[in-house]
């Protein structure tokens, strides 16, 4: 539903996806999603199409289910984010501002002021057209 906040979600995002194509990511290929990705704000779908390309990559090279670093650093070279900045900022919103349980929201958003937000998403929703 959310992007991921930091470095640390980002990385869980991968290893929830691999887990659940039944892959396994090596502490090799954590520690380089680490150091390259950081805290980009990826959505479950971003990693997928990631995580996806790096196993065609492994498969081409018959290699099947075993994800390399190598695999991992061609699928995260050649990933584009679609998405403009302000367009995942309005997205989020949109998501935190239709959210009914605060349990699930990231911590940032969880006593942020809600008339504040909608004011931002208004804004940006102006901003990009909508």
Not at 79 to 89: C, G, K, M, N, R
């Amino acid at each position: 539903m959310f992007p991921s906040q930091n470095s640390q979600d980002l990385l869980e995002l991968f290893q929830t996806v691999a887990k659940c194509k039944k892959m396994t990511l090596t502490p090799e290929i954590n520690q380089f999603i680490e150091k390259t990705m950081g805290a980009k704000p990826l959505t479950g779908s971003d990693v997928d199409s990631v995580i996806t390309r790096a196993r065609e990559i492994a498969v081409l090279n018959k290699r099947d289910t075993d994800i390399q670093v190598k695999d991992m650093e061609e699928a995260i070279g050649s990933f584009i984010d679609a998405l403009d900045p302000a367009l995942i900022q309005l997205q989020e919103l949109a998501a935190v501002l239709a959210c009914s349980d605060a349990r699930y929201l990231p911590e940032k958003y969880k006593t942020a002021d809600r008339t504040a937000l909608t004011m931002e998403f208004n804004g940006l929703k102006s901003r990009l057209g909508g």
